[in-house]
């Protein structure tokens, strides 16, 4: 299951982070990392971006960034 899947207001634990090159540099820099805890916070109405909490802050994520992360 991808970040894309999950629903708003749950939470999931990141297995792996997909992608190459500096685009996967780039997610890891935001501190989305292995064994990290993400809370889905808002969705937009096109579903894009996604606003998450992950290591005490908000963020948003393009749904193509979200589907490179896998999560459990």
Known sequence: MTLKEVKVGHSCK???????GALRRRIMDMGITKGVDIYVRKVA?????IEITVRNYEL?????????????
């Open 14 to 20: 990141v297995r792996r982070v997909n992608g190459e």
């Open 45 to 49: 109405p096109l579903g894009d971006p």
């Open 60 to 72: 948003s994520l393009r749904k193509a960034d979200a589907e490179l992360i896998e999560v459990e």
